[in-house]
C-alpha cells in the first residue's frame, strides 16, 4: 500500500522558515518523481515544487529561490526547505507522486505564516 506521511509544518513569522518532510512507503521511492503540492484556505491546489531523478527540480514561479526540494532515495524521504516565508505561502502541504497512473497523497501539514 502507497503511503506518505508529511511533517514539519507550524506556524512561523514572516521571514521565518521551516522543513518539511515526507516519508513514503509501499513502492520504489528512487524510481518516481515527488512533488509538494499546497492548498490554501478557500483555494484549489497548487503545485509547489517537484524533483525528479537526473533533472533539475523545478518551483513554482512565486517560490523560486526560497523553497528548496531534495530527496534521500536511502529513507524514501522528500524534503521542503522553506525559507522567507510569507503569509501568502499559508496553506496545508502535501506531497505526491503519480504511481501506476494514479495519484497518491499524503494527510498533509498544515503551514501558517502570521505575525
Known amino acids: 500500500e502507497v503511503q506518505f506521511v508529511e511533517s514539519g509544518g507550524g506556524m512561523v513569522q514572516p521571514g521565518g522558515s521551516l522543513r518539511l518532510s515526507c516519508v513514503a512507503s509501499?513502492?520504489?521511492?528512487?524510481?518516481?518523481?515527488m512533488s509538494w503540492v499546497r492548498q490554501a484556505p478557500g483555494k484549489g491546489p497548487e503545485w509547489v515544487a517537484r524533483?525528479?531523478?537526473?533533472?533539475?527540480?523545478d518551483y513554482l514561479d512565486s517560490v523560486m529561490g526560497r523553497f528548496t526540494i531534495s530527496r534521500d532515495n536511502a529513507k524514501a524521504t522528500v524534503y521542503l526547505q522553506m525559507n522567507r516565508l510569507k503569509p501568502e505561502d499559508t496553506a496545508v502541504y502535501y506531497c505526491?507522486?503519480?504511481?501506476?497512473?494514479?495519484?497518491?497523497w499524503g494527510q498533509g501539514t498544515q503551514v501558517t505564516v502570521s505575525s
Open positions: 509501499g513502492f520504489t521511492f528512487s524510481a518516481y518523481d
Open positions: 505526491n507522486a503519480r504511481i501506476g497512473g494514479i495519484n497518491y
Open positions: 524533483i525528479r531523478s537526473g533533472r533539475d527540480p
